[in-house]
């Protein structure tokens, strides 16, 4: 006989009401659900490079694994792992920082989440400017926090102002999240514009920087991409450099991310981290230490075929009456402002009157698969990815154009 008070299953916890699934995973469902069915799909959705991890740094994982690198590591990371991202950071910022400031973590993400649970109290507030990465909110959220958007405007090239940022700060502001390049529209900080931030910043001492490089080495303009820190040195305990090799070295699989900041803060996430998962895995920190160490072929290469595929992208959008593309400055999106169809009508009658809506039109009338704007905190637009071949931006180009013909105006 079954009792019933057997099969039931842990009652969610209220926090789990404060985070939902990631747009991403809900449109890849949809994805395959269509592929099921038959139909071909475009994927404008894809959030990684399509390139394949350099072999050296494969055969430097190989090797890890043949020498027994495969027991617990220190939970901030290896000492060789620690050398090669302050070697790094070094080269990119002009810092030196010690062992002791830098965290190492499941993925960049993985260290994000982390640095909120170890510093937001209830109610405490994180200035995300918006368009942002669908995970900030959700990550503040569910770690107790108040996200604070700010909406950025197209002519400030979706980016964060001084005033808007001093307007915002409150008393309980902990963070501003600065993500440059930024996903999803491709924008980049310049120096003064950080300067310009990091003065705000410096004017309230109780406010820390939130600084997501990801993106930094996929750039079309100066390199380095400049960063917080280079330009406000003073401020280096109170900003936290979030980067890992996911985006630049094409290793999205093999979760390594770290971050650089105040000694306090990372022993905290280092705590936190040997209560949940111990470290991040010991062969995917020695694949790390290869990609960081190992030169800057691989960058050069697949930054040279990005700019071929955001030129065709971007180009490709800018000819279809009623989408207007933004050339992104680094990382691979395209972000489009799509507002002038809301309110246009699809051959079976519907008006569309989301971002939402249009996606899923492209996706019935062209296969084409596009995140829509209001993920990322700003409806009327939608985003592109440009981590694909050519031959599928082409394609999806020109079905994006047939679908925006089939619409009544
Ligand atoms: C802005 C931004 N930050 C962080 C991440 C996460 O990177 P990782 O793979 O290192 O966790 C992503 C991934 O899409 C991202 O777009």
């Known amino acids: 006989m079954t009792n019933p008070t057997t099969l039931r299953a842990p009652a969610p916890a209220e926090r789990m009401s404060r985070v939902k699934e990631s747009p991403s995973s809900r449109v890849a469902d949809r994805v395959r659900e269509f592929q099921a069915a038959g139909r071909k799909v475009l994927p404008l959705t894809i959030g990684e490079p399509d390139f394949d991890t350099p072999d050296h740094v494969k055969e430097a994982a190989i090797a890890a694994i043949r020498a027994g690198e495969t027991k617990y590591t220190s939970a901030?990371?290896?000492?060789?792992?620690?050398?090669?991202?302050?070697?790094?950071?070094?080269?990119?910022?002009g810092q030196s920082y010690?062992?002791?400031e830098i965290c190492v973590g499941g993925g960049a993400k993985q260290l994000i989440f982390l640095a909120f649970m170890a510093t937001l109290d209830e109610g405490d507030e994180v200035i995300v400017p918006a368009p942002y990465w669908v995970s900030y909110p959700d990550m503040v959220t569910v770690n107790g926090g108040r996200p604070v958007t700010v909406a950025t405007t197209a002519d400030e090239g979706y980016k964060l102002t001084p005033d808007q940022l001093r307007e915002a700060i409150t008393d309980r502001t902990t963070w501003v999240v600065l993500n440059t390049p930024n996903n999803p529209t491709?924008?980049?900080?310049?120096?003064?514009?950080?300067?310009?931030?990091?003065?705000?910043?410096?004017?309230?001492?109780?406010?820390?920087?939130?600084c997501d490089e990801i993106y930094d080495e996929i750039n079309y303009g100066a390199r380095p991409v400049p960063s917080a820190v280079t330009?406000?040195?003073?401020?280096r305990r109170r900003i936290f450099l979030v980067n890992g090799v996911s985006k630049a070295y094409a290793m999205t699989g093999w979760r390594i991310g770290y971050g650089a900041g105040a000694a306090g803060l990372c022993a905290a996430i280092g705590t936190l981290q040997s209560q949940s998962s111990s470290c991040p895995s010991s062969v995917s920190q020695a694949a790390a230490v290869a990609a960081l160490d190992g030169g800057r072929e691989f960058i050069d290469r697949t930054v040279g075929i990005y700019t071929e595929r955001r030129d065709l992208l971007v180009s490709g959008l800018a000819a279809i009456d009623g989408l207007?593309?933004?050339?992104p400055e680094g990382g691979f999106y395209v972000w489009v402002d799509a507002s002038a169809l809301m309110g246009s009508v699809t051959p079976s009658g519907k008006r569309i009157t989301t971002d939402a809506e249009l996606a899923e039109h492209f996706l019935d009338t062209s296969g084409v698969v596009v995140i829509s704007g209001d993920s990322y905190g700003c409806p009327g637009h939608f985003r592109a990815s440009f981590a694909l071949s050519s031959e599928i931006i082409g394609e999806a180009v020109?079905?994006?154009?047939?679908?925006?013909?089939?619409?009544?105006?």
């Open 186 to 210: 491709g924008a980049v900080y310049s120096e003064s514009e950080l300067r310009g931030l990091t003065d705000v910043v410096r004017a309230h001492p109780h406010v820390s920087i939130l």
């Open 324 to 327: 207007r593309p933004t050339a």
């Open 398 to 409: 020109a079905g994006l154009a047939r679908s925006v013909e089939l619409l009544r105006r």
């Open 231 to 235: 330009v406000a040195p003073d401020l």
């Open 76 to 93: 901030n990371g290896t000492p060789a792992l620690q050398k090669a991202i302050t070697a790094r950071l070094l080269r990119k910022t």
């Open 98 to 100: 010690a062992g002791d």
